[in-house]
């Protein structure tokens, strides 16, 4: 012990202190959560057994039982479209106003922060925000759609069948884009001007010049984005229960949502806690490309 205080005071062991105090809160806060969750799943879990520690162990009948269940796969299907649409929607509007906030024109610092105010603000608010652009009978969409000459009659977003799930995506990437800018911009910035100028002088187009350079040069923040998009796509929760609910009949209903409502609606822990852990299969695959992505950003 002794030992261990001098090189605390020497300031040889300070570092350890620094990764030893964060790894443990983590552990506490994080680890024993998700161990919890994962242990949940292989057990028969009810009101009555779940305050209890000692649970019968099931093994894969709760997996088993939600692939029986014929929602299953839909939900999936729809937590597919939805992680794939948000995430490109979120990048491509995202990579195009990096690109023409690249330009650095007067006054395009301020209005960059404004595109700001969409990801700072709680889901909840973002939620109720959209649910009035998105309403069926007063809503903004609809009559810049029908003024545009788009559409001829009202579209119900949230409640028909066929779009409620899009109106959460639509919802979702406005939420996304400014973060998705930001990284993109970050990324942009750290390009050399000298290839673009030496590009330029061999004669070089635009799109030469943005195939050749900036693509391959964005790759690793490209992947970090996709990979961060990803998680954060995943863990979307406040958007569907502030617009659609899941409904109507499961067409907007995606895992995330569908997990708690297993949980805290009809009191199926062990369901919920099933497709929790799927789930965090899908974030560990997103974590890797992330790491991957940003390993050599690290090593310089």
């Avoid at 105090?21 to 959560?33: D, K, N, R, S």
């Avoid at 009948?61 to 490109?88: D, K, M």
């Amino acid at each position: 012990m002794k030992r261990i205080f001098s090189s605390l005071r020497d300031g040889r062991g300070f570092d350890v202190v620094l990764v030893a105090l964060p790894l443990c809160f983590l552990l506490l806060m994080a680890g024993l959560p998700l161990l919890y969750n994962v242990v949940m799943s292989f057990q028969e879990v009810d009101m009555f057994s779940l305050g209890t520690i000692s649970r019968p162990f099931v093994g894969l009948r709760n997996y088993r039982a939600l692939f029986s269940q014929p929602e299953t796969l839909p939900i999936l299907y729809n937590t597919l479209i939805f992680v794939a649409g948000s995430i490109a929607g979120q990048f491509l509007i995202g990579f195009g106003l990096a690109l023409f906030f690249w330009i650095n024109f007067p006054g395009a610092s301020w209005l960059r922060g404004l595109f700001l105010v969409s990801w700072v603000m709680p889901g909840l608010v973002v939620g109720a925000i959209w649910n009035w652009i998105l309403s069926g009978d007063f809503g903004v969409l609809n009559f810049i759609l029908k003024e545009g000459g788009l559409i001829s009659g009202n579209i119900f977003w949230r409640s028909d069948p066929h779009y409620s799930l899009y109106a959460v995506m639509i919802a979702n990437i406005w939420l996304g884009t400014a973060f998705n800018m930001i990284l993109l911009s970050v990324g942009l910035s750290a390009i050399p001007s000298d290839l673009y100028e030496a590009a330029e002088l061999d004669g070089a187009n635009v799109w030469q010049r943005f195939w050749t350079i900036t693509l391959p040069m964005m790759r690793s923040s490209i992947g970090a984005i996709v990979a961060l998009g990803l998680i954060f796509t995943l863990q979307q929760f406040d958007l569907f229960a502030a617009i659609t609910s899941g409904g109507p009949n499961n067409s907007s209903n995606v895992t995330q949502y569908w997990a708690w409502d297993l949980s805290f609606r009809q009191y199926d822990f062990a369901k919920g806690a099933a497709i929790s852990v799927i789930m965090i299969g899908f974030v560990m695959l997103a974590s890797i490309v992330y790491v991957r992505s940003t390993r050599h950003e690290v090593r310089g």
